[in-house]
């Protein structure tokens, strides 16, 4: 079975452009969270969508936002792009958005921003 | 605000022996669940092990254990004989499960595991 898949791995990007980031979570789960993680840090939650609802939203800009999509998978959109925004982006599925269930993770996406 | 803290940036062990690695939390939530994910160098989270916060008994997953103490608010990860695939970065993390809570996980800074042959 395919697990959590992100595209593309790795992305070089210009201060002020866009980017689209893109999840597909493990086939039957619901909910997709999405995490940033800079380098020598944890990953810090950015939004979390369950059946296409936005159920949640961490403590970042609105440059940030994202959309779940009837096939469960997700984009997230990062506008007018920091260089602080270089980071690892991870995407975790779950089989609901609450209840004791483990989250799955992807391989992230790497994202520079020069 | 929930936090977690690992107060070991790095850790070394000898393979086969068995390393004991912290993680402290700090909530007033009475529901949560305490989870510990190994972050090799390629960059994914791989879940290890689950504790919640009405378990009676310490979670145990084959060479994983966590020594839970509700009253220090700790939740170590205990990985008995070590292996050299096991170094990695290891991520505390933790959810809320109370009413209104959106499920996110916190986690640490993490530690990096380093196992010498």
């Known amino acids: 079975d395919a697990g959590v898949t992100q595209s593309p791995t790795h992305l070089i990007k210009t201060r002020g452009q866009q980017v689209t980031l893109r999840c597909s979570p493990i086939?039957?789960?619901?909910?997709v969270s999405w995490y940033q993680q800079v380098l020598g840090q944890g990953p810090q939650f950015i939004f979390q969508?369950?059946?296409?609802?936005?159920?949640g939203r961490g403590n970042f800009p609105d440059r940030f936002s994202a959309r779940q999509f009837p096939n469960y998978s997700s984009e997230l959109n990062v506008n007018a792009l920091l260089l602080g925004d270089s980071a690892l982006y991870l995407c975790?599925?779950?089989?609901?958005?609450?209840?004791?269930?483990?989250?799955?993770f992807g391989q992230g996406t790497r994202l520079t921003v020069v | 605000a929930q936090k977690i803290t690992q107060t070991q940036p790095g850790m070394f062990v000898q393979e086969k022996e068995a390393v004991t690695l912290d993680c402290t939390y700090d909530?007033?939530?009475?529901?949560?669940?305490l989870f510990w994910y190994k972050q090799p160098s390629s960059g994914e989270m791989i879940f290890l092990i689950y504790?919640?916060?009405?378990?009676?008994q310490n979670a145990t997953e084959g060479r994983y254990s966590l020594n839970f103490q509700k009253a220090r608010k700790s939740a170590n990860l205990v990985i008995s004989a070590s292996q050299l695939g096991d170094s990695a970065m290891y991520f505390c993390?933790?959810?809320?499960?109370?009413?209104?809570?959106?499920?996110?996980?916190?986690f640490g800074k993490g530690t990096l595991l380093t196992v010498n042959p």
């Open positions: 086939s039957g789960h619901k909910s």
């Open positions: 975790a599925s779950s089989l609901e958005a609450r209840g004791v269930t483990e989250a799955f």
């Open positions: 993390a933790m959810r809320i499960y109370s009413g209104g809570s959106n499920y996110k996980l916190t």
């Open positions: 504790q919640g916060s009405y378990d009676e």
């Open positions: 909530t007033s939530d009475q529901s949560y669940g």
């Open positions: 969508y369950y059946e296409k609802e936005e159920r």
